[in-house]
Every structure is written in structure tokens, then in C-alpha cells.
């Protein structure tokens, strides 16, 4: 038996612990998370929230979108609302709404006038066209980013099963998407319940 001491625990492996932010912190995220969000905020949201600030884990991220997509109105704004919620109270929901919605308000505005003055010029057409592809692209990398936890864990999950029960129903069987969400719904939950 040797009295060599244990190797210290490989501490850069684990996911970095998640800090809060101040007030003003947020709000100046979510104002970078608005004027970076090209074709969708959600995925410059996780980057900003899970990956750079470290303000929540990845698995902390799906739990509170899944709570935003099943409340009414937009994801991203009740994203916006549920995590200045946690971290600033109404006030941090605020200043997160009013930073993620007020610099895209102008942009938009000043970019309908133009769109209204100079939309029949062919070549918009293209450049649009081209803008749609990019967005497309960033969506599906952001939902590979999110299934990740779902898919690698440890422990037995119920979680992929439902997602691709949920996929299959929608995009294959193209059932309507409240139907197959309230089909599905119970059964999670009671599966989630039974794991705990």
C-alpha cells in the first residue's frame, strides 16, 4: 500500500458552476442577444446565457425554454421574462424584455421603410434568400446544442423518447402541435415524477 497522495479531481472536466447577474448585466446581454439574433435570438440567448456567462447550465437552459414555448406568446420574449424573473424579479424581467425587444424595434422599423422604398429591386430577393439559408443553419445547430444533454446521460432518461414521439407526431404524422403536446405532456411529467 503506498502513502502516495490521491491524483487532485480533474476540475477543468466539469461544467462551470453557474453565477448571477447584476441588473445591468442583463440588461446589456439581452440587448447583445437582440442585436445578434439574425434570424432568431434563441440560439445567441443559450450562447450568451449557458456558454459565455455561465448564468445556467445547458440542462437549466431546456427546463426554462420548454417552460417559455409552452406559455403563450413568443419563446424568446417569455424566455426573456422567466429569466429576468429568477434573477432580478420583475425588474430583471423588464430589463431583459426591454433589452431584447427595444434595439430590433428600431433596426426593424428603419429596415421596413427602406424595404417599403426599395423592395422591388432583384437583387434584395437573393441577398434574403441567401439570409433565410443562414438562419436555417443556425437553428439546427442550436437544437443539436440543446438535444445534447437529453441524449447523454448517465442515467436512464425518458426525455429522448418523448422528444422523438413529439418529432414523429409533428413533422412525420403532421398531427397538430397542441394535440401532440398534450398527448405527450402527462405522460413526462409522470415519467420525470417516476425518476425522481
Known amino acids: 500500500m503506498s502513502d502516495s497522495p490521491e491524483p487532485a479531481p480533474n476540475l477543468t472536466a466539469q461544467e462551470p458552476q453557474p453565477q448571477y447577474p447584476k441588473p445591468g ?7 447583445g442577444i437582440s442585436l445578434s ?3 432568431g435570438a434563441l440560439a445567441w440567448a443559450r450562447r450568451m446565457i449557458v456558454e459565455r456567462r455561465h448564468w445556467m447550465t445547458a440542462e437549466e ?3 426554462t425554454f420548454a417552460l417559455s414555448q409552452f406559455l403563450p406568446g413568443a419563446n424568446t420574449v417569455n424566455l426573456a421574462v ?16 426591454i433589452g431584447l425587444i427595444g434595439p430590433p424595434l428600431v433596426v426593424v422599423t428603419g429596415v421596413a421603410f427602406l424595404y417599403e422604398r426599395y423592395g422591388d429591386i432583384a437583387i434584395l430577393g437573393h441577398i434574403l434568400a441567401g439570409v433565410a439559408a443562414a438562419a436555417v443553419g443556425m437553428m439546427i445547430a442550436m ?3 440543446m438535444t445534447k444533454p437529453l441524449f447523454i446521460t448517465k442515467r436512464w432518461n425518458s426525455a429522448p423518447a ?3 414521439l413529439a ?7 403532421h398531427w397538430p402541435l397542441p394535440y401532440v403536446f398534450l398527448g405527450l405532456a402527462p ?3 409522470m415519467l420525470a415524477w417516476l425518476r425522481v
Open 162 to 164: 418523448i422528444a422523438i
Open 187 to 189: 405522460v413526462s411529467v
Open 61 to 63: 437552459f431546456n427546463e
Open 25 to 31: 448585466e442583463l440588461f446589456r446581454a439581452f440587448i
Open 82 to 97: 422567466v429569466f429576468g424573473t429568477r434573477f432580478g424579479g420583475a425588474t430583471g424581467a423588464a430589463l431583459a424584455v
Open 167 to 173: 418529432f414523429i407526431g409533428v413533422a412525420i404524422m
Open 37 to 39: 439574433g439574425f434570424g
Open 143 to 145: 437544437v443539436v446544442k
